[in-house]
């Protein structure tokens, strides 16, 4: 008790989180499949669609505004996912890779409106993108996937290899700390404090441990990767658990039906990556019929923000072809 009212008393200070939807008007949102989500749209209607997908997932879309500068030519919208970042924490269904696609079709169908659109996903969300042009293909023209994590059973097992977290006396440290931390939240909801330590653990501790290093140059988490608004820990909880079985495998199968999308997929991929990098991504390119993997120099996972004006410049043409 000694300990931990020490503890509490040398974390004090202000925390917060943003609100979301659901207690905030001025956020820009939109009600679809019975929750709601934080969407902003650029570009003019009139101009072809494109949806950016960010990863997690938990993450959300601020570390991919970079690609608004698509909007010259295109319509690009951005939406928090289903519990995550600005998006509303009380949802109609709980977030899973279906209701994931579910939603998805909902943006396409609500601002698509009959029209094919172009996907851009990154990380989780090129995952998403890469199972919803296996069921929708005839609904995407352009299909941009950067650094899917796995499509497959046999590729899960390699991300989770590289990934395997290990407890080091210094994340210990960092966790307590912000747990101490999230005690002294002001106002919040009831999910409040588990994505603030989440958010924390993803964006703010440093250590040599920290699963996400060698998604880095230099194993150095780049200041782009911690552009975000709010983590969504029971999103990307409750996803994660939709696609294992009960043993913690991954046994989702993301590949069904993309033999059936026919148009040339561009992969995107970071040169500094050594856990979803180059080898990886070739590995995800042989489940289409046509595709073509770009390697950005110094780059991590990232790319997209991290040199988003070579990533927009490689975009640009392959939406061209």
């Known amino acids: 008790m000694a300990a931990f009212m020490t503890g509490y008393i040398l974390t004090g200070g202000t925390y917060t989180v943003p609100a979301t939807v659901e207690t905030d008007p001025s956020i820009p949102r939109i009600a679809l499949n019975d929750t ?3 969407v902003e749209i650029f570009g003019r209607e009139k101009n072809p669609l494109v949806i950016v997908l960010h990863g997690g997932p938990g993450a959300d879309f601020r570390y991919l505004l970079p690609l608004k500068e698509l909007s010259d030519r295109y319509q690009v919208l951005f939406y928090d996912q289903r519990g995550t970042g600005l998006s509303a924490r009380n949802c109609g269904e709980k977030p899973t890779l279906e209701s994931s696609i579910a939603d998805l079709n909902a943006m396409v169908e609500h601002f698509g409106k009959g029209r094919k659109v172009n996907l851009i996903g990154h990380s ?3 995952m998403l993108a890469a199972v919803y042009a296996g ?21 899960a097992k390699v991300f989770l290899q590289r990934t395997k977290p290990s407890l080091s006396m210094s994340s210990l440290s960092f966790m307590i700390r912000t747990w101490l931390q999230s005690l002294h939240l002001k106002g919040g909801d009831a999910h409040a404090r588990r994505d603030f330590i989440m958010g924390q653990f993803m964006t703010a501790y440093d250590g040599n441990d920290h699963p996400m290093q060698g998604y880095f140059c230099g194993d150095r988490q780049s200041e782009e990767s911690k552009q975000i608004w709010r983590f969504g820990y029971e999103a990307m909880e409750s996803i994660i658990r939709s696609g294992m079985d009960s043993n913690g495998n ?7 039906g993309l033999e059936k999308f026919k148009g040339k997929v561009l992969f995107i991929s970071g040169e500094c990556n050594t856990i979803t990098g180059k080898d990886q991504q070739i590995r995800n390119m042989t489940h289409f019929p046509w595709a073509e993997l770009v390697v950005l120099k110094d780059t991590g996972h990232y790319m997209l923000s991290e040199n988003s004006h070579e990533a927009i410049a490689v975009i640009r043409q392959y939406f061209h072809q």
């Open 36 to 38: 709601l989500f934080h």
């Open 135 to 155: 069921r929708y293909p005839a609904k995407i023209d352009h299909l941009v996937l950067a650094e899917p994590g796995f499509l497959t059973a046999d590729t």
């Open 124 to 126: 989780w969300g090129a």
């Open 250 to 256: 991954f046994t989702t199968d993301f590949t069904g």
